[in-house]
């Protein structure tokens, strides 16, 4: 039965990533006095590259050829360990944490590593960036997660999860400054607004867009796919704060699942209309605040005990 | 709930000192006085009484309303530049920040081993004096001066209600009055600095000779 719960909750992130991405894009659009492209339009897009063909830069090597897929593989791996709704995910032991930390860590080598090897001097630059902001937005997830494993005494991220309980008041106070460094963290480490702008296709100013650059066809399928994915599970890792795990209720679990998703696409969206893409050195800044936001929790919880 | 407003109000901080806008510092300062006056008032909550309730007023009129719009309303008159002129670089500002946090919460859990305090509004209210101080050392302009000075201040508020929980009356008022009246008289020094000077920057009042 775990199992069976388990593998639904992957099929649920595969199936509905592209989804979410369409759905905050379409309220972007809306709040900008735009009619947008429909919500399905990422699930088009994706069908479109699988049909295409895949041409690789005579330069390239095989590392070009297998880090979309490792990458596509490594961001399932990091969704089976999340908990969707109240089900128990297919993969939970005690200190995962730091195996999803280090997953998302390894996908991330693997396509700087690929952007390198094309050895487009564009691709390169991107990669410099995707590394360096990489670099600040490690200790966000350490800090943030690492406080709340702390305070809940366990280490897989399920049994942190499953442990929050929201009568305590000086609690709540964690999960809502935790959420806004997940915020953070997600908005980083899926290179949207404030840190980089996901539409714009000017190499100077691209960070993740720029390392896809000359991948074609099923590549970028994967590629794609998997930062749809990535996006989707920033998502469930903020939603999961707010489950009220202690009502034991899987109800309640899939409707708070729905209606956080919900409100986290319209955050998103208004995030992206209201401010503005930062200058490349502020970025560091910006990062370092949400890490400061974690160190201060992690400071409160030990010396308030 | 002190606790909760204490961390608020020390997340209002570190956005002080990642901010490089003037508009920042008004709006960090609004929501510092916003969150004093809320802690003011809990203890009235229980039990009401009109006297007790003028205090959280004040603060409300004085720290929410009268002194951010006054500030406003001088950036607005003197057409001061909107970005802050930090003498050193905000990301290094922004780890000091932390360094001088860790080490007052540390210290402050000593402290409260030995004596009776709480610790968490005893150590935001530290680290605000902390931070206020360094707004002052690491900025150029003086209305951000003015708004470090205020954070310090806010500060002091914080790290009194830590200590005693009763404060009498009239020394908390005589506090509020002491700071509007410090602000209205920057405002009143930074006019005539302008009749004076073209900027308002403090490399500036380096040169004043008799």
């Known amino acids: 039965m775990d199992i069976l719960q388990g593998i639904i909750s992957v099929l649920i992130i595969l199936g509905f990533a592209p989804l979410f991405i369409g759905l905050v894009n379409k309220q972007k659009a809306k709040l900008t006095g735009r009619i947008g492209a429909p919500i399905l339009q990422p699930y088009y897009e994706l069908q479109r590259l699988f049909k295409k063909e895949t041409i690789n830069a005579n330069t390239s ?165 998997s930062s749809y994915i990535k996006l989707f599970i920033y998502t469930i890792l903020e939603i999961s704060f707010f489950y009220p795990f202690s009502q034991q209720s899987y109800l309640v679990g899939i409707l708070i699942f729905v209606f956080g998703s919900l409100v986290l696409s319209l955050a998103l969206a208004v995030v992206e209309t209201i401010t503005s893409r930062y200058k490349m050195k502020n970025i560091p800044q910006y990062l370092l605040f949400a890490t400061a936001i974690g160190i201060l929790n992690l400071l409160i919880y030990t010396f308030t005990k | 709930m002190e606790n909760v407003l204490s961390i608020l109000f020390s997340l209002s901080l570190f956005y002080v000192s990642v901010t490089s806008r003037v508009k920042g510092y008004v709006a960090v300062l609004r929501f510092q006085g916003l969150i004093l006056s809320v802690l003011v008032l809990l203890p009235f909550l229980k039990n009401f009484s009109i006297f007790g309730i003028i205090l959280p007023i004040t603060l409300l009129l004085v720290k929410v309303i009268l002194i951010p719009s006054y500030i406003n309303k001088i950036i607005l008159d003197l057409d001061i530049k909107r970005v802050i002129e930090p003498t050193i670089q905000q990301i290094v500002f922004l780890l000091l920040v932390i360094a001088t946090m860790i080490v007052i919460f540390i210290s402050s859990s000593v402290i409260a081993q030995s004596t009776e305090l709480n610790v968490i509004p005893f150590a935001s209210g530290f680290s605000a004096i902390a931070i206020g101080i360094y707004i002052i050392i690491f900025r150029k302009k003086l209305i951000v001066h003015v708004c470090g000075f205020l954070v310090l201040e806010n500060g002091i508020f914080l790290f009194g209600t830590a200590v005693a929980s009763e404060l009498p009356m009239m020394i908390e008022l005589g506090v509020l009055l002491d700071v509007f009246v410090v602000v209205f008289l920057m405002g009143i020094a930074l006019n005539k600095i302008r009749s004076t000077f073209e900027g308002f920057e403090v490399t500036d009042l380096g040169r004043l000779k008799d």
């Not at chain 1, 709340?148 to 009568?167: E, K, R, V």
């Not at chain 1, 896809?212 to 590549?219: K, R």
């Open chain 1, 61 to 225: 090597s095989f590392i070009s050829r297998f880090s979309p897929l490792l990458n596509f593989v490594s961001l399932i791996t990091a969704a089976a360990m999340l908990p969707v709704g109240f089900w128990k995910p297919l993969i939970s032991f005690n200190g995962d944490i730091i195996l999803f930390a280090y997953i998302l860590g390894l996908s991330r080598f693997f396509q700087i590593l690929a952007a390198m090897d094309i050895g487009s001097s564009f691709e390169g630059m991107g990669a410099a960036r995707e590394a360096t902001f990489a670099l600040f937005a490690e200790p966000i997830f350490f800090f943030t997660i690492g406080s709340i494993s702390f305070i809940s005494g366990y280490t897989s991220l399920f049994d942190i999860y499953h442990s929050i309980q929201l009568d305590n008041i000086s609690y709540e106070v964690f999960i809502v400054i935790c959420s806004i460094s997940v915020f953070m963290l997600a908005v980083t480490e899926c290179s949207r607004m404030p840190v980089d702008d996901p539409n714009t296709h000017l190499e100077l100013t691209m960070i993740h867009e720029v390392m896809i650059l000359d991948n074609s066809g099923l590549d970028l399928f994967l590629y794609q796919y």
